[in-house]
């Protein structure tokens, strides 16, 4: 459906956010495997204990998929879910 980057954050973080709305969960699913699959093959470690973290947050909304990996400092989140307010699959992924 559509792609939102934003990939120059005015403080300098370094922090690169891409959003996808896709028209199924099983169109998001792919994607999110595929960028897992290429962050593996890269050599990020799957990072459970940040997993844990952000669902434990009250303020979070249920995820379908999640993962999270660091290589050195690097951070890798990959995230997808229903997003009811805009009545369309999201997928939404940042690095660092």
Known sequence: ??????????????????????????????????????????GFTYRPDEIARLKADPNKVTLDGLWVGSLGSRWFYDMYYYNKEISSWELTTETQ
Do not use: F
């Not at 939102?4 to 999110?32: A, C």
């Open 1 to 42: 459906m559509g792609v939102m980057r934003n990939t120059s954050l005015p403080q300098g973080t370094g922090v690169t956010t891409v959003i996808e709305l896709t028209k199924s969960q099983s169109e998001s699913k792919q994607v999110y495997d595929k960028a897992v699959a290429a962050k593996q093959a890269e």
